[in-house]
């Protein structure tokens, strides 16, 4: 008898065996969902390869680009207006300083360019008002009214300098030298302190005569030290000995200095004090050609200052009495140097 157990149909070897007589491994459970999650995969992925080969519209384009440039154009005006903000809270409001604040305003647009005229308008009324006010501090016994930076506690020695010599034009080369060597001291003193001491310094300098002073000797002006610093008489008798050169070349420092000008005061009309600038192209072309000489202590910011004294330019403002007097004053000199031109012709 045969063992019914060990003979099995055809089916059943068929289903364990494979079509070449192999055994079929059983995959298991886990592995069949494996293969289905990489399908989907795999098809998901296909469909996106599709839509991105396929090529976009130019109206989709279109709009994309428009976006991207609205939001760089948002993104750029929030960035200037942000910068120039903080520029411009970090400087002062004055016309001098404000020129680093401008670029910044203008890239912001036109809503800060013209809050910033908003700002400006009413600085300039309320100042306008103060002028204006009877109780301010410009106004003087005398009722006349002068510069913003003198008012009536000012030293009287400082007053009468504004009322009588500032921006008054010199045609007198000892004038004109004391002028330079003031202006120049006031690097270390103040107008206030250097008038005090202008006597002194008139008596110890040969009253300014640069021939003579070109002839003084460091030793000679030991009791200079108490005036000035050291730095400043070697700087004073150098620049005799300068002034002396340009007078053996150009005739006089007079014709040398207001050539500068062609010989006529510039008409400054400024209306408040913070419009008064420090330097000017002028002043730094002036110094430029007094170091080539060998001057010393001849700043820009010292020779505007030397050419606001001597009446090169006439910065008195427009409401102080002294501005039309030495205008009066300027064209009568310009008058005289064009006669005396036309003579030595």
């Known amino acids: 008898m045969s063992d019914p157990s060990r003979f099995r149909s055809e089916r ?55 976006s991207i440039l609205r939001r760089n154009s948002a993104s750029m005006t929030a960035s200037y ?53 009877p109780s ?48 120049g001291a006031l690097s270390e003193l103040s107008w206030t302190d250097i008038l005090s001491r202008r006597q002194l310094l008139r008596e110890t300098f040969m009253d300014f005569d640069p021939v003579a002073v070109s002839e003084l000797n460091e030793k000679k002006l030991t009791s200079a030290v108490s005036l000035l610093s050291e730095v400043k008489i070697r700087s004073i008798l150098d620049n005799s000995r300068c002034v002396r050169k340009i007078i053996a070349e150009h005739g006089s420092f007079k014709k040398y200095m207001w050539n500068f000008v062609n010989h006529k005061p510039s008409q400054s009309q400024f209306r408040y004090q913070r419009q008064v600038p420090v330097k000017t192209s002028k002043a730094e072309f002036i110094s430029k050609d007094l170091v080539r000489r060998g001057f010393r202590s001849v700043s820009p910011t010292v ?43």
């Open 12 to 66: 059943d070897l068929r289903s364990v065996l494979g079509p070449t007589g192999n055994k079929m491994q059983s995959k298991p459970p886990g592995m069949k969902l494996e293969n289905k999650k990489k399908k989907t995969i795999e098809s998901t992925e296909e469909k996106t390869k599709k839509k991105t080969d396929t090529p976009a519209s130019p109206t989709t384009t279109l709009k994309q680009c428009s």
């Open 81 to 133: 207006s942000s910068d120039a903000s903080s520029s411009c809270e970090s400087l002062p409001l004055s016309v001098a300083s404000s020129s680093s604040c401008k670029k910044s305003v203008r890239r912001s647009g036109s809503v800060s360019s013209s809050s910033g005229i908003l700002r400006r308008k009413q600085v300039d009324e309320k100042e306008d008002k103060v002028a204006a006010a």
């Open 136 to 183: 301010n501090g410009d106004c003087f016994a005398d009722g006349r009214k002068r510069c913003a930076w003198i008012t009536p506690k000012s030293d009287p020695l400082y007053v009468a300098f504004h009322d009588g010599e500032w921006g008054v034009p010199v045609q007198d080369d000892k004038k004109l030298f004391e002028l330079l060597c003031l202006s």
């Open 303 to 345: 020779v505007y200052s030397f050419m606001q004294a001597a009446g090169l330019t006439n910065d008195h403002l427009i409401g102080c009495f002294r501005y039309q007097e030495c205008c009066g004053v300027a064209e009568t000199t310009t008058t005289k140097a064009k006669k005396k031109n036309e003579s030595d012709k």
